[in-house]
């Protein structure tokens, strides 16, 4: 009977400290030390696929230069038809501007239905290699780091890069060539007024550097929690 009294008290002696285990933190997220050195490291899984990634910035210069003609050709349209009256030559320049927009909205879905093709076969030969070497690491490594750790770093990492490879490339890269391109054509219209507008471009500039400041701090918050949350 004793013998049985004091098995329940060393259960109820060590029932605290089991209760008081809880998962492996995730760790604290860290900022890139080198983001050039890390997109150089990405460039090796691309090279399989320059011949589409060439065809795709090809897509990408044409729609934006369509993108760029439509008010062009809008604003011909106000100046030399519908302000003077004159409709007999409407419906040619409507047929064109439909025509460019219709090119438009085809070369943009060409170019993102190849880059998403070619993000994710890259990224299925990363997830692969990933693989490969977390099977080469030793027992030590999986005893510090927490399992939720390891798989948001196999997952959501991943989508992240993902993501900037399917979209933020050649939306950064049209981006740029319109930009481009509205200079070049304020410029040409009239030189006064293109420098009045120029002047708030750097107030923009720092209003952008100000919120990619705080995005990143909340990206890295946000992949914190997902680990976390991978852990549980």
Known sequence: ???AVNQRERASDARPAVQARHPMGFGKIEKARDARHALTRLVPYLNPFRPTLAFVFVCVILY???GLIGPYLLGVAIDQYIVPKRLDGLPFISLVMLGAYLLNNLFQAVSGWLMASVSQRTLKQLRQDLFDHLQTLPMRFFDQNPAGQLMSRLTNDVDAINQAVSQNVTTLLASVL????????????????ALASVLVVPIMFWFTQFVAKYTRRGFRDLQKQLGELNGV
Do not use: P
Request: avoid cysteine.
């Open 1 to 3: 009977m004793s013998q």
């Open 64 to 66: 934006t230069a369509l």
């Open 178 to 193: 319109s930009l481009i391109g509205i200079l070049v054509a304020m410029f040409t219209l009239d030189v006064w007024l």
